[in-house]
Each structure stands twice: as structure tokens, then as C-alpha cells.
């Protein structure tokens, strides 16, 4: 069976008994994290299989609220800190800059 076109969102770092009865009932298509759901990667990590595993699916999706600049759900201190949209878009006529953007984007999209 198809996975359901939503995505859901849990309360903290771990997956509460309800939010664990309600992803196996409902079948989401993935999950999001805002930054009470982030602590660091081994965190991350156990709550997302955890989803995952709920599912069924190894490739359920997982998004997380992560712009740029101030908003930042990925600390810095465990994940690379990605400059925000703003600052790239003054960037654009700098030819090294451009580089970088390119390289930044191709990141993003091979994780």
C-alpha cells in the first residue's frame, strides 16, 4: 500500500507512545523536525529509523526546518552551517561565490 500524501511532525526527541501508534495507524508519507526534535546526530538518527521503521519504509522521507542564517535546527557544532538564502542571493555576482553556491547546492541534494 502507498504511503498516505502528508507528513507529520512529533512533539520532542522521541517518539511518544500516541505519535508511534498514530504514524503505524496512518502511514505518512514522512516526517518533519523543527528544533525541539534536534539534539545531535545520534539523536537524530534513532528518531528517524525509529519513523522509518514505524512505516515500513526505509526510504520515508525526513525534512527538517532548516533555512539558513538564524534558523538553524542543525547545530552548528554537529552539522556544517549553511549560510541563508539572502546571503547567497548577494553572492551572485561573485564568480568564487558561485562556486561555492554550486558546491553547497550539490550537498544539500546528496543527502
Known amino acids: ?3 498516505r500524501a502528508f507528513i507529520c511532525g512529533c512533539s ?3 517518539l ?3 505519535e508511534e501508534a498514530f504514524i503505524r495507524e496512518s502511514d ?4 518533519i ?3 525541539r526534535n534536534v539534539l545531535d546526530r ?7 529509523d525509529r519513523f522509518r521503521g514505524l512505516t515500513g519504509r526505509t526510504d520515508a522521507a525526513v525534512l527538517i526546518d532548516q533555512e539558513g542564517g538564524r534558523v538553524q535546527r542543525m547545530a552548528a ?3 556544517p552551517a ?3 538564502a539572502a546571503r547567497l542571493a548577494a553572492t551572485a555576482t561573485d564568480p568564487v561565490a558561485q562556486v561555492r553556491n554550486v558546491y553547497l547546492a550539490t550537498r544539500l541534494i546528496a543527502h
Open 1 to 3: 500500500m502507498a504511503p
Open 28 to 31: 505518512p508519507w514522512g516526517l
Open 42 to 48: 545520534e539523536q537524530m538518527r534513532a528518531l528517524t
Open 77 to 79: 557544532n554537529h552539522w
Open 33 to 35: 523536525l523543527f528544533k
Open 16 to 18: 511518544t507512545a500516541d
Open 82 to 84: 549553511y549560510p541563508s
Open 12 to 14: 520532542s526527541t522521541v
